[in-house]
């Protein structure tokens, strides 16, 4: 675990326009910098980042935050890798508590164990003419093959030993490229075969899938499960992909390394690889953060239906509105880089038209076989639906399914949701509303943006402040944290205790809007305003409770506390 200490000092010493510029362009407009958002397309500029208050926001797509939260964004990393990367391009060592500090350190050892064996692997490459006509029968060019940093272990026991002096070392074991037996011999896990360098989004290389020129057997074979390289986690070709999949905003998810080379040789520059397991929500998590669209291809036979349904499984409690997933089956005779060989670049993305949505294949899939036009034939779909249906928590998505289900079973949604005991997603409107002022919503938020803006002025308030509704709520919460640290947070650490919190709406909305103020702008004059809004907004509402007080029991039957305030504020007016 990182220290909050340590995060807070992070936000506090990076300058998010540094940041950020490392990625995408930017320009100056008048107290903020502007961008085209790297996260949609677009052709005019909706991306601003403030620097003054250390934040982002797009005004096209909604993407906000710091900036860690930009680097997860955009690097598709997780909240501790960002950490790292960022603590790194500054100079600064990321303690972890709980002794995890020296696992670090050893890591970092072991990725220049990799790096020393990848160029290693591709020295053997250009001295093997053999392997380099085998990458010719494939039709892949050398610029395919650097791009990807394509190798050749040659066919010997100890060919590291070359390249690594110590080659009893156990960090080579560490990393999977040495295997040690029973007997305590060593030899190279990869021996006669074409290497493909597994890289994480930091450019880090942190595995190997080695393929087999000839017949043989594995034909694939993937470094073990190391402190580098976790393979539910991890997805070949990302790093090589990941600009056209934000140009393209959409990924193709393959099943081989040699399918997404070939791929991308035929102008395909969009698809990633599995690394020899399951699809699994890690790998939906990082893709979409990169793309709103994620399109599996996979081969028509049973095993590449099997690994369909398991994706769409695994797939169900990541989904997000606004996001879609696909799967495409391509004819049993073919994989992806046989088919773009066959029909090239534009017959292959012809065929991505054939890919069917999420709900199509899933409503497909638990209606196989069965007769709609009997009870039976629709109690074993509601039986299959329910799992699958409980899974899915994206609000939109969900409604929309279990319209469908409930439409295929002929019963209603509400119906469907009695049965499977499940909350229900969308609730009637009630025809009353309580009655509340237009101004008090405006005023929490304009409240929210003077304490982001200057977090010192929460000092102000008092300790006992408490109001209604989510923006109020939204006051509350940062109010608590501000206090814990003596009110003397940034405007980065703030905004960033609260990503992924219920608060998060309320403050992007702040935000948003906060940009939108000059240099000039008097915030506490606007927070003075405000204190002094509220405030009167709150001796009217206690006034008028008093009032129905004195209408339903008469001024004799209050107490003594209630007529004091009720007289007192009706000499105030």
Request: charged letters at 25%.
């Amino acid at each position: 675990m990182i220290p909050k200490s340590f995060i807070q000092d992070l936000l506090n010493r990076v300058d998010i326009v540094d940041v950020i510029e490392r990625y995408v362009p930017l320009k100056k407009a008048g107290a903020n910098f502007v961008a085209c958002c790297p996260f949609h397309n677009e052709k005019s500029p909706s991306f601003t980042v403030s620097q003054t208050r250390q934040f982002y926001h797009c005004f096209g797509c909604g993407a906000h935050g710091t900036a860690i939260g930009f680097v997860m964004e955009h690097a598709g990393m997780g909240y501790v890798d960002a950490i790292e990367t960022l603590a790194g391009n500054a100079g600064i060592t990321v303690p972890h508590e709980r002794g995890t500090a020296e696992v670090q350190k050893v890591s970092q050892d072991l990725y220049e164990v990799m790096k020393t064996a990848t160029r290693y692997y591709r020295q053997q490459l250009k001295a093997s003419p053999r392997a380099i006509e085998y990458l010719k029968q494939r039709e892949l060019t050398g610029e395919i093959a650097a791009r990807f940093g394509l190798g050749y272990a040659p066919d010997d026991w100890q060919n590291l030993a070359a390249t690594f002096p110590n080659y009893q070392d156990n960090t080579l074991t560490e990393v999977g490229l040495v295997i040690s037996n029973d007997e305590g011999k060593r030899y190279d896990r990869f021996r006669d075969r074409i290497m493909f360098p597994i890289v994480n989004v930091r450019g880090q290389v942190i595995g190997f899938g080695g393929r087999v020129l000839d017949k043989g057997e594995p034909k694939y074979l993937n470094s073990p499960e190391t402190p580098l390289f976790e393979k539910g986690r991890e997805l070949y070709g990302l790093y090589q992909s990941q600009k056209a999949i934000r140009d393209r905003q959409q990924v193709l998810v393959v099943e081989g390394y040699m399918d997404v080379v070939a791929l991308a040789q035929h102008g395909v520059d969009y698809a990633v690889a599995t690394l020899g397991t399951a699809t699994t929500p890690h790998h939906i998590q990082k893709l979409l953060r990169f793309t709103s669209h994620v399109i599996f291809c996979f081969d028509g036979d049973r095993a590449g239906q099997k690994a369909a349904w398991r994706a769409l499984e695994n797939a169900l409690p990541h989904l997000q509105d606004g996001k879609s997933l696909s799967f495409l089956f391509l004819p049993e005779e073919h994989d992806p880089d046989s088919y773009i060989r066959a029909y090239g670049q534009e017959g292959f993305e012809n065929k991505l038209d054939d890919a069917l949505p999420l709900s199509t294949y899933l409503l497909r899939q638990i209606s196989f076989e069965l007769n709609l036009r009997t009870s039976e034939g629709r109690n074993q779909l509601l039986q299959r639906a329910k799992p699958l249906l409980a899974a899915i928590t994206a609000p939109t998505t969900a409604l929309l399914l279990r319209k469908e289900v409930a439409a295929l079973a002929g019963i209603s949604q509400g119906e469907l949701e009695a049965l499977y005991e499940i909350t229900p997603v969308a609730r009637p409107a009630r025809p009353a509303f309580q009655k509340a002022s237009r101004t008090t919503p405006s005023a929490h938020r304009l409240l929210l943006q003077c304490l982001i803006a200057q977090p010192a002025l929460g000092a102000q308030l008092p300790v006992d402040w408490h109001e209604d509704g989510a923006e109020a709520e939204a006051v509350a919460a940062v109010l608590a944290v501000l206090r814990e640290a003596n009110f003397k947070l940034s405007n980065a650490v703030l905004i960033q205790t609260f990503q992924g919190t219920r608060h998060e709406k309320p403050l992007t909305l702040a935000q948003a809007d906060l940009l939108n103020w000059g240099e000039g702008f008097d915030i506490q004059a606007e927070f003075t305003g405000l204190l002094n809004q509220l405030a009167t907004h709150q001796r009217r509402h206690r006034f008028e409770q008093l009032q129905e007080r004195v209408a339903q029991v008469g001024m004799a039957n209050l107490s003594d506390e209630e007529r004091r305030a009720y007289l007192k504020l009706l000499q105030r007016g």
